[in-house]
């Protein structure tokens, strides 16, 4: 089973975003800061991050940097409310494989997964 570690400050969504990600059959953990995102994946390994870029603490570019400074395995998916192509184009130059908006359509973001997790399977 693949395992997906999302990583926003909205709880509420991580609840939501968690509880479909389990439904359709992956497992799922989340964390609400960059920090404990970058202590988690230091412990654990994942096969996907959902990546927030705005959060307090440490944004998601500066976890995107320190995810590829430490070599960690994952792919990454940006998901934003903050959607810009500055901060797609910077994400994607950072190691992100993808880059979707919120409010997300569930079908759209699972057929995302799907496709960044099939790359290099």
Do not use: H, W
Request: contains cysteine; glycine residues 4%; aromatic residues 6%.
């Amino acid at each position: 089973m693949e395992k997906i570690l999302i990583v926003d400050d909205d709880i509420n969504l991580c609840n939501v975003l968690k509880e479909e990600l389990q439904e359709v059959g992956y497992e799922t953990d989340f964390v609400v800061e960059g920090d404990q995102a970058l202590n988690y994946l230091s412990d654990k390994q994942v096969d996907l991050i959902l990546l927030d870029l705005k959060m307090p603490g440490k944004d998601g570019f500066e976890v995107l940097k320190e995810i590829g400074e430490k070599n960690i395995e994952a792919k990454i998916i940006v998901l934003t409310a903050y959607a810009d192509v500055k901060s797609a184009i910077d994400s994607a130059k950072m190691g992100a494989s993808d880059f979707i908006s919120k409010p997300y359509d569930f079908d759209e973001l699972l057929i995302t997964i799907r496709k960044v997790l099939q790359k290099d399977a």
